[in-house]
């Protein structure tokens, strides 16, 4: 079990970093949405939690927060590329302004498929938001409107972002590392 080989995480970006750019993020996402009647923000489960609970604290907008949820890694390291929507959202967006919630673009597959998957029901505006991007990774083209941190080809943890479920509960993002097991 891969989850099973020691690691250790190191520090990437700091919880302070973090909220500085939120701040800035959610200045032009106010801008970009100004004198919306609601914003929808869609969180995509799981790993956009506590991205998703942050960035709206900063928006100076009225939102309403929904989920979806979109099958995923399960506990691997590798995307699967074939996306499946796992969870739906609860409310209609047909018409309504629309910000999609990602944690992570990595080779691209699921935020693009999402963004057609939603775009499909004729929002008014949709536009989309990662905190992490991998552009090295892309095997589709897609680029998210705003990006918090364009990042290196690591495998990350922290700040709502899993390893085999561990370490969403981490303030800040680090890298995993494996590391030799004691004897
Ligand atoms: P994509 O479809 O763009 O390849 O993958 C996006 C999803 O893969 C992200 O939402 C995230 O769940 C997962 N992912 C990509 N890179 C990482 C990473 O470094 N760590 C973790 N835990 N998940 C990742
Ligand atoms: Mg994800
Ligand atoms: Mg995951």
Same mark, same amino acid.
């Given at each position: 079990m891969a989850d099973r080989k020691p690691y250790v995480i190191d520090q990437m970006i700091s919880a302070k970093s973090i909220a500085a750019r939120i701040e800035d993020l959610a200045d032009e996402i106010r801008d970009e949405f100004?004198?919306?009647?609601?914003l929808v923000v869609v969180g995509l489960l799981r790993g956009s939690f506590v991205f998703i609970a942050d960035l709206v604290r900063e928006l100076d907008l009225p939102v309403e927060v929904d989920f979806l949820e979109a099958s995923s890694y399960g506990d691997a390291m590798? +995307? +699967? !590329?074939?996306v499946r929507i796992l969870k739906d959202l609860r409310g209609k967006i047909e018409g309504r302004d629309v910000l999609i919630v990602e944690d992570i673009v990595d080779t691209g597959h699921t935020l693009s498929h999402v963004a057609r998957f939603l775009g499909g029901r004729n929002p008014a505006r949709m536009k989309t938001i990662a $905190? $992490?991007?991998?552009? +090295?990774?892309?095997?589709?083209?897609f680029t998210a409107d705003w990006i918090g941190f364009s990042i290196p080809d690591e495998f990350v943890v922290g700040y709502g972002i899993d390893f085999a479920q561990r @370490? !969403? @509960? $981490?303030p800040y993002i680090g890298k995993v590392r494996f590391v030799d097991a004691p004897e």
């Open positions: 100004e004198g919306t009647d609601k590798e +995307s +699967s !590329r074939e $905190l $992490l991007d991998k552009p +090295s990774r892309r095997e589709v083209d @370490n !969403r @509960n $981490l």
